[in-house]
């Protein structure tokens, strides 16, 4: 159980969902820091794998669209 008990960021946008990135959004999740975690990629097959681990809760291969 986490010890934060506030929302900290209304959204996060991860550029990158490599190791560091996917680490975040496990942390960010799994706290309660953000209400909304975007995820932006390069490649489709990397946006599937991050959907199927569940790390986000939107996802796009346009970082301006993730940042939008």
Do not use: H
């Amino acid at each position: 159980m986490s010890a934060v008990a506030t929302l900290l960021f209304g959204r996060v946008v991860l550029i990158g969902i490599g190791l560091i990135g996917s680490s975040l959004a496990r942390v960010i999740k799994r706290d309660g820091l953000a209400g909304e975690i975007a995820i932006a990629t390069r490649t489709e097959k990397t946006l599937a794998r991050a959907r199927e681990l569940r790390l986000g809760d939107a996802y796009t291969t346009n970082p301006a669209e993730a940042a939008a």
